[in-house]
């Protein structure tokens, strides 16, 4: 009596991570063109909600089941991180940076013998916050969550020259605080969930 309600309770936990996951995964990718606070905001919710029932619950999450949701979960993780950040991005500069036709953003810099210019900075941004959240998110989920003080100096190094104006600084670290926050958040949901 004792293993079948246990069996009960787990293929229940498992039913409602995969439907809470399924339904944040929906979300942001409904926001995927422009992202909307509210769609974003619910599927922040479930994630946490989700976060919170792992830790909480003393179930594990069989093998087959396990792998499932570590596919929806590294899905959830890459793709939606993408217009979480952009949301964050935006409320945090209040929409006031225009972005580039080249996925970078575009600053004003002066110089001391013309006239000041605009110029794209920060491109590429888009495909290495993918990267980024798909090698946190797996890293997480291989028990080497270290891999992402390893994305950060990788990041870091890489944009160094790029970080001369407060405006591409703020959107560098707040950008990669916000990617990395969704993505380790997701993948710990998986990760507890299944360890």
Same mark, same amino acid.
């Given at each position: 009596?004792?293993?079948?309600?246990?069996?009960?309770?787990?293929?229940?936990?498992?039913? +409602? !991570?995969? +439907?809470? @996951?399924? =339904? $944040?995964?929906?979300?942001?990718?409904?926001? /995927?063109?422009?992202?909307? =606070?509210?769609?974003?905001?619910?599927?922040?919710?479930?994630?946490?909600?989700?976060?919170? $029932?792992?830790?909480? @619950?003393?179930?594990?999450?069989?093998?087959?089941?396990?792998?499932? +949701?570590?596919?929806?979960?590294? $899905?959830?993780?890459?793709? &939606?991180?993408?217009?979480?950040?952009?949301?964050?991005?935006?409320?945090?500069? &209040? %929409?006031?940076?225009?972005? =580039?036709?080249? %996925?970078?953003?575009?600053?004003?810099?002066?110089?001391?013998?013309?006239?000041?210019?605009?110029?794209?900075? !920060?491109?590429? &941004?888009?495909?290495? %916050?993918? *990267?980024?959240?798909?090698?946190?998110? *797996?890293?997480?989920?291989? %028990?080497?969550? $270290?891999?992402?003080?390893?994305?950060?100096?990788?990041?870091?190094?890489?944009?160094?020259? #790029? /970080?001369?104006?407060?405006?591409?600084? #703020?959107?560098?670290?707040?950008?990669? @605080?916000?990617?990395? +926050?969704?993505?380790?958040?997701?993948?710990?949901?998986?990760?507890?969930?299944?360890?």
């Amino acid at each position: 009596m004792a293993a079948s309600a246990d069996l009960l309770a787990t293929t229940l936990v498992v039913l +409602l !991570l995969f +439907l809470a @996951l399924c =339904g $944040a995964l929906v979300l942001v990718t409904v926001s /995927l063109r422009r992202p909307r =606070g509210v769609p974003l905001v619910i599927a922040a919710s479930l994630v946490v909600l989700c976060l919170i $029932a792992v830790t909480v @619950l003393p179930y594990n999450v069989p093998l087959l089941f396990g792998a499932i +949701l570590a596919l929806l979960g590294t $899905a959830l993780a890459t793709v &939606g991180g993408d217009p979480f950040t952009r949301w964050v991005l935006a409320v945090a500069d &209040g %929409g006031r940076t225009a972005e =580039g036709s080249r %996925g970078g953003i575009l600053v004003e810099l002066m110089s001391e013998n013309s006239a000041p210019r605009q110029e794209e900075i !920060l491109r590429g &941004g888009l495909t290495i %916050g993918y *990267l980024e959240r798909l090698s946190a998110a *797996l890293g997480i989920l291989a %028990g080497f969550p $270290a891999v992402i003080a390893v994305l950060v100096a990788v990041k870091g190094v890489g944009r160094f020259t #790029e /970080l001369a104006t407060p405006a591409a600084r #703020e959107r560098f670290i707040v950008g990669t @605080l916000a990617s990395l +926050l969704w993505a380790c958040a997701v993948a710990g949901v998986i990760r507890l969930a299944i360890w």
